[in-house]
């Protein structure tokens, strides 16, 4: 295995994962709030569930986001 090719590709996907999140995130949050089933000020738990291919890997990570 090459490390730096796997180093790279997997920053790149993570950056991906992580851009693409935060736009759709923000997206249904806006459209929540402007549609009324959201005032604004709500704390929303939040999870992700990331799978990988090939080597039964399951990781997942939840939290909270606070719209203060």
Do not use: C, W, Y
Request: overall charge positive.
């Amino acid at each position: 295995m090459n490390e730096d090719v796997f180093n790279s590709s997997l920053r790149g996907f993570l950056k991906k994962v992580g851009i693409t999140s935060q736009r759709e995130i923000e997206k249904a949050v806006r459209d929540a709030v402007a549609s009324g089933r959201l005032k604004g000020s709500e704390k929303l738990p939040a999870k992700m569930v990331l799978t990988l291919g090939g080597v039964s890997f399951t990781h997942e990570i939840s939290g909270e986001i606070d719209l203060g």
